[in-house]
């Protein structure tokens, strides 16, 4: 399965950096999601994906959309990454690479590094964007900022 433009997200249970699980279920119909699969903490890619989505948080919050960071390191992991860098939205971690499964994230580099792809999903649980790019991370934050403000 892979999940595109068009594609309703399917329903995940993930803990996040503190344990807690998040039901992604729990926030359709009520907000616009960012979910964005990225390859690992604390490499340098991935660190400036984060606090790119950390710098613009406030603007995805103004426009009604939650945050979330999916990879397959462990709580402790997520929470040491989040604490370091003072991210104020939930990584979930997905240590089996279910989810990943789930919504079909290509990895690169002969299957050896985890895809890196960013979906914009509506209110109703619909994907509106997704944008897929290893290496260009930050980008990543300003393409989903601009779809965001498109579905206010």
């Known amino acids: 399965m892979k999940i595109v433009v068009g594609s309703t997200i399917p329903s995940f249970e993930l803990p996040d950096q503190y344990g807690n699980l998040v039901n992604i279920a729990d926030y359709i119909g009520k907000n616009n999601l960012v979910i964005y699969f990225y390859p690992k903490d604390d490499t340098p890619g991935c660190t400036a994906e984060a606090c790119s989505f950390r710098d613009q948080f406030e603007v995805f919050r103004d426009s009604g959309a939650e945050v979330f960071g999916i990879s397959s390191d462990s709580i ?19 240590v089996n690479k279910k989810v990943r499964k789930l919504f079909g994230v290509p990895s690169d580099f002969l299957g050896l590094l985890p895809g890196r792809v960013t979906y914009i999903i509506d209110k109703s649980g619909v994907v509106r964007y997704v944008f897929n790019s290893q290496f260009n991370a930050e980008k990543h934050v300003v393409e989903a900022l601009e779809m965001i403000k498109n579905l206010k």
């Open 76 to 94: 402790e992991k997520h929470r040491n990454f989040a604490e370091k860098h003072h991210l104020p939205f939930k990584l979930l971690s997905d």
